[in-house]
């Protein structure tokens, strides 16, 4: 799984989220949107949008912050 880290001219720019790897991608190889924070694998030379895993990673990101605001 990739989460998109940023894009630049037309260029999507990805991190494996496991190898930490990079990839660039055009943005019209999307079948949705891309935008900084999606989380997508790529299955049969397509790009699928993991929206659950989005959603459990934005979550536990909002609760590590939580939990350094409490420590401040």
């Known amino acids: ?3 998109i880290d940023r894009i630049e001219n037309d260029i999507v720019i990805a ?3 496991k190898t930490k790897e990079k990839i660039e991608l055009k943005v ?3 079948s949705f949107t891309p935008k900084e924070g999606t989380i997508f694998s790529i299955e049969n030379n397509s790009i699928i949008k993991q929206e659950k895993t989005e959603q459990d ?6 609760q590590k912050m939580e939990r350094l605001k409490k420590h401040e």
Request: aromatic share 14%; no cysteine.
């Open 57 to 62: 990673r934005r979550e536990l990101l909002r």
């Open 1 to 3: 799984m990739y989460a």
């Open 15 to 17: 991190e494996n989220l």
């Open 28 to 30: 019209n190889e999307f």
